[in-house]
């Protein structure tokens, strides 16, 4: 009934969620706090993010109560648990309490993520034919359950208290970053949920929260969607790719995937500001990272955050010497990777670059320094290449495109350009017609656009530190905006965020 209604997926980048639901809960939710319904105002923002959820699969929301409810619960019994000691001082009950929440937490994670992959590689490995589940993944749970492990280990450590029902639950919920992040901490999202500061209009926020939030609709609609075309085109047809249709296809994803995730990053961050909160940006200019440890601190912030703090550090961190070390770094990434999808792909992205940040420390240790080009050039392109494997269907159709990069699939140029550049034939490269989806110049254009876009211009967080609400301002949001929604109108269909299938 609801879809009749309104007809589409309650996307940020559909006007549905643009012109009907943000204005609903915006002049809601100040109308209520301007009559000091404060509890009102807060159960009005937790109500409009479970519609939020509800409206991409109302299947899933009795999932979304049963793990509010259920870590609310463990949390709350934490602080609170009758302990007993073992001869070594350790709070036994706790500590099993802990263990049993997180458990539960991963439990469901692994069945909805991963059961079909564990069925396929027992098919694999013993003969066997046992059905898949073909389970359909919650949105964000993924992201939900890191946010909640990490208030349950901080919770028993002591470093945050049990808050009531109705903050973990707009915590958890707040739609902004509900279904692709950032990951939140606890730490800084309640004070501002509870801070009187936040509860009238702050129209600087607002304003601020309309610029970057078109900033990061202009990145998916104009640039990433636009991309999406020659990727999806690449990797829908990897055995036959030549050499610069593969490169082609892998830049195209790498820039797609930067500038979707990167814009709805952006997005969350905006709209986010209209209510007064302040969500941890998620990127730095990545692209300009010089060295791979320089990436991770630039690309998915909040995802390395968590990682650091609750696989690296519990693991031993470098506490324990360099192999210890290595090995932990090792392990982190292999998480990151399955925590990502459930294929033998991830896993190899996961560990690639789990073996560079190794080589990397390595590489440190021994004090060799590397002209800066050099090494954005090679960083850059060992990410480009690994990217391959996130995007690829299977390991065959990735080795399919780096062959293809490397020549296996021959030199191929657009056959426009055979008579400005026929001597080319007489050094082995071909003349014809690429992908049907691509237009050559078209692609080469944006590819040349994206390269100076990451490189040589100011990222969202640079904006949103520097930004004062001139003309100029006022402009370049209007003409984001304007542009993001020529494009939208074009669409047949409205494209969702590539993280929601993580």
Same mark, same amino acid.
């Not at 961190?317 to 990151?336: D, E, K, M, P």
């Not at 530190?465 to 006022?474: A, I």
């Given at each position: 009934?609801w879809?009749?209604?309104?007809?589409?997926?309650?996307?940020f980048?559909?006007?549905q969620?643009?012109f009907?639901?943000?204005p609903v809960?915006?002049?809601?939710?100040?109308?209520?706090?301007?009559?000091?319904?404060?509890l009102?105002?807060?159960?009005?923002?937790v109500?409009?993010?479970?519609?939020?959820?509800?409206?991409w699969?109302?299947?899933?929301?009795?999932?979304?109560?049963?793990?509010?409810?259920?870590?609310?619960?463990?949390?709350?019994?934490?602080?609170?648990?009758?302990?007993?000691?073992d001869?070594?001082?350790?709070?036994?009950?706790?500590?099993?309490?802990?263990?049993?929440?997180?458990?539960?937490?991963?439990?469901?994670?692994?069945?909805?993520?991963?059961?079909?992959?564990?069925?396929?590689?027992?098919?694999?490995?013993?003969?066997?034919h046992?059905?898949?589940l073909?389970?359909?993944?919650?949105?964000?749970?993924?992201?939900?359950?890191?946010?909640?492990i990490?208030?349950?280990?901080?919770?028993?450590?002591?470093?945050?208290?049990?808050?009531?029902?109705?903050?973990?639950?707009?915590?958890?919920?707040?739609?902004?970053?509900?279904i692709?992040?950032p990951?939140?901490?606890h730490?800084?999202?309640?004070?501002?949920?509870?801070?009187?500061?936040?509860?009238?209009?702050?129209?600087?926020?607002?304003?601020t929260?309309?610029?970057?939030?078109?900033?990061?609709?202009?990145?998916? %609609?104009?640039?990433?969607?636009?991309?999406?075309i020659?990727?999806?085109?690449?990797?829908?047809?990897?055995?036959?790719?030549?050499?610069?249709?593969?490169?082609?296809?892998?830049?195209?994803?790498?820039?797609?995937?930067?500038?979707?995730?990167?814009?709805?990053?952006?997005?969350?961050?905006?709209?986010?500001?209209?209510?007064?909160?302040?969500?941890?940006?998620?990127f730095?200019?990545?692209?300009?990272?010089?060295?791979?440890?320089?990436? &991770?601190r630039?690309?998915?912030?909040?995802?390395?955050r968590? %990682?650091?703090a609750?696989v690296?550090?519990p693991?031993?961190?470098?506490?324990?010497g360099?192999?210890?070390?290595?090995?932990?770094?090792?392990?982190?990434?292999?998480?990151?990777?399955?925590?990502?999808?459930?294929?033998?792909?991830?896993?190899?992205?996961?560990?690639?670059?789990?073996?560079s940040?190794?080589?990397?420390?390595?590489?440190?240790? %021994?004090?060799?320094?590397?002209?800066s080009?050099?090494?954005?050039?090679?960083?850059f392109?060992?990410?480009?290449?690994?990217?391959?494997?996130?995007?690829s269907?299977?390991i065959?159709?990735?080795?399919?495109?780096?062959?293809?990069?490397?020549?296996?699939?021959?030199?191929?140029?657009?056959?426009?350009?055979?008579?400005?550049?026929?001597?080319?034939?007489h050094?082995?490269?071909?003349?014809?017609?690429?992908?049907?989806d &691509?237009?050559?110049?078209?692609?080469?254009?944006?590819?040349?656009?994206g390269?100076?876009?990451?490189?040589l211009?100011?990222?969202?967080l640079e904006?949103?530190?520097?930004?004062?609400?001139?003309?100029?301002?006022?402009?370049?949001?209007?003409?984001?905006?304007?542009?993001?929604?020529?494009?939208l109108?074009?669409?047949?269909?409205?494209?969702?965020?590539?993280?929601?299938?993580f």
């Amino acid at each position: 009934m609801w879809h009749e209604l309104l007809g589409v997926a309650l996307l940020f980048n559909s006007y549905q969620f643009i012109f009907i639901f943000l204005p609903v809960v915006f002049f809601g939710y100040y109308f209520l706090t301007s009559l000091k319904f404060i509890l009102a105002s807060r159960a009005f923002l937790v109500g409009c993010s479970l519609f939020f959820y509800s409206w991409w699969n109302i299947v899933f929301l009795p999932y979304l109560l049963f793990s509010l409810i259920f870590n609310f619960s463990v949390a709350s019994a934490l602080t609170g648990f009758g302990e007993r000691q073992d001869v070594h001082g350790n709070h036994i009950g706790k500590k099993v309490l802990l263990i049993f929440g997180l458990l539960v937490n991963i439990s469901f994670l692994g069945y909805f993520k991963y059961a079909d992959f564990f069925i396929r590689n027992v098919n694999f490995v013993t003969g066997s034919h046992v059905d898949l589940l073909k389970l359909a993944l919650p949105l964000g749970i993924s992201f939900i359950t890191f946010q909640k492990i990490a208030y349950l280990v901080d919770v028993y450590q002591g470093k945050c208290k049990s808050y009531d029902f109705l903050s973990f639950s707009l915590f958890v919920t707040f739609f902004p970053q509900l279904i692709a992040g950032p990951i939140v901490h606890h730490s800084e999202m309640m004070p501002q949920f509870a801070s009187r500061w936040n509860w009238v209009k702050r129209y600087r926020n607002i304003v601020t929260g309309i610029f970057i939030f078109s900033i990061g609709l202009f990145k998916k %609609l104009s640039i990433a969607d636009t991309f999406a075309i020659w990727a999806n085109s690449g990797y829908g047809h990897t055995p036959n790719l030549a050499f610069f249709e593969a490169w082609a296809t892998s830049l195209s994803y790498t820039f797609q995937l930067y500038f979707d995730f990167s814009g709805y990053s952006d997005m969350a961050v905006g709209l986010a500001l209209l209510f007064n909160i302040k969500l941890p940006f998620n990127f730095n200019s990545p692209y300009k990272s010089k060295n791979i440890q320089d990436f &991770w601190r630039r690309w998915h912030i909040t995802l390395s955050r968590f %990682l650091k703090a609750y696989v690296y550090i519990p693991m031993g961190g470098n506490r324990s010497g360099s192999f210890r070390t290595y090995l932990n770094l090792f392990i982190t990434f292999i998480i990151g990777g399955i925590w990502h999808g459930a294929g033998w792909t991830f896993v190899i992205w996961g560990a690639l670059h789990g073996i560079s940040v190794v080589i990397h420390r390595a590489w440190q240790i %021994l004090g060799i320094r590397m002209n800066s080009v050099l090494a954005w050039f090679f960083t850059f392109n060992f990410i480009n290449i690994t990217w391959i494997f996130f995007r690829s269907k299977d390991i065959e159709s990735a080795l399919d495109v780096i062959k293809g990069m490397f020549g296996g699939g021959g030199l191929i140029l657009p056959s426009g350009l055979s008579s400005s550049m026929g001597f080319w034939k007489h050094y082995g490269v071909q003349y014809g017609d690429w992908l049907a989806d &691509w237009d050559a110049k078209e692609e080469i254009i944006y590819l040349v656009g994206g390269f100076l876009a990451v490189l040589l211009l100011k990222n969202s967080l640079e904006w949103s530190k520097s930004f004062k609400p001139t003309l100029g301002t006022l402009l370049i949001g209007s003409l984001l905006l304007s542009l993001a929604f020529v494009k939208l109108s074009s669409l047949r269909i409205t494209n969702e965020f590539l993280y929601f299938n993580f």
